[in-house]
């Protein structure tokens, strides 16, 4: 790659989009990274042979700008950069809630900016990451953020109004399944199995079910449909779930995770 990318406030996700970059092509002389710490810093050195360079120095020296911060410190973080980010650099956002008007308000007339939300299987290069241009953002643009997220997963093309319910469904969406398995695991051992066997149990059927979502084109009611017979075991469960209002609290739940998006967006941390 000849473009150089600066990956700013390098924690688990930046780290993850750091490594998948390095195995996508990016050689680490074209990659800078920005920590908080020192130590942090020294150590994504030696891990991955990256420059660590100062917030100031990345946005003078880097083609793009990744920013993988909290929400609750973007407005310092911008701060900090406007002085020294020109024009034409792109600026990408992993912040939660926060749009792309928060960016350009705050940096130079024209700047580029692309929203971002990716999640945590970026970890293992199945992410999903769900990109909205801002107002100076072109065709290209898009196009190489989704080279550099499409390293650690798949990407999606979305109005940026549709972000804040992107964020409620994928950004946040492995909490719920691992959420969903932490109690499944704890049936598990309720109906008299060892929790390792529970564990290893539902883990496995969550990757069948999920490579049977992605692979099979076949709406998940048919697929359900297909394990529910007649009076047998899944549709006692399922009935269970139902008088439980499971399907209601989910909807309940993502509504929740929506409008805290929003929040965030209004600058509101508690």
């Known amino acids: 790659m000849t473009q150089k990318v600066a990956v700013l406030g390098t924690g688990k996700i930046g780290e993850a989009l750091l490594s998948g970059m390095i195995r996508g092509g ?19 050195r030696t891990r991955y042979g ?6 100031a120095e990345a946005a003078k020296t880097a083609d793009t700008l990744i ?3 909290k929400p609750q410190d973007m407005g310092a973080l911008l701060d900090e950069l406007a002085p020294h980010v020109p024009a034409d650099r792109l600026v990408i ?11 350009e308000e705050r940096l130079a007339a024209g700047t580029p900016v692309v ?13 999903m990451s769900v990109i909205s241009a801002g107002s100076h953002a072109t065709a290209d643009h898009l196009a190489h953020t989704e080279e550099i997220f499409g390293a650690v997963g798949k990407t999606l093309r979305v109005p940026e109004s549709q972000q804040d319910a992107c964020t409620a469904l994928s950004g946040s969406g492995p909490a719920y399944f691992f959420y969903l398995v932490e109690a499944m695991t704890d ?7 060892p929790r390792d066997k529970a564990h290893d149990l539902i883990v496995q059927s969550a990757i069948g079910a999920a490579t049977m979502l992605r692979d099979s084109g076949e ?38 995770a929506r409008d805290r998006s929003r929040e965030l967006a209004s600058g509101k941390k508690d």
């Open 187 to 193: 049936a598990g051992i309720l109906l008299g199995l």
């Open 115 to 127: 929203r971002v939300m990716t999640n945590t299987p970026a970890l293992v290069d199945e992410a």
């Open 26 to 44: 990016w050689t680490p002389a074209d990659v800078l990274v920005t920590a908080r710490r020192q130590e942090r810093a020294d150590e994504l």
């Open 50 to 55: 990256v420059t660590p360079v100062s917030n």
């Open 219 to 256: 709406h998940p009611v048919k697929l359900r449909e297909n394990v529910t017979s007649p009076a047998g075991t899944t549709i006692n469960a399922i009935r269970e779930l139902e008088n439980h209002g499971v399907r209601a609290a989910l909807i309940a739940a993502l509504e929740a």
């Open 93 to 103: 956002s992993g912040a939660a809630g926060i749009t792309t008007a928060f960016i």
């Open 67 to 69: 920013l993988t911060v």
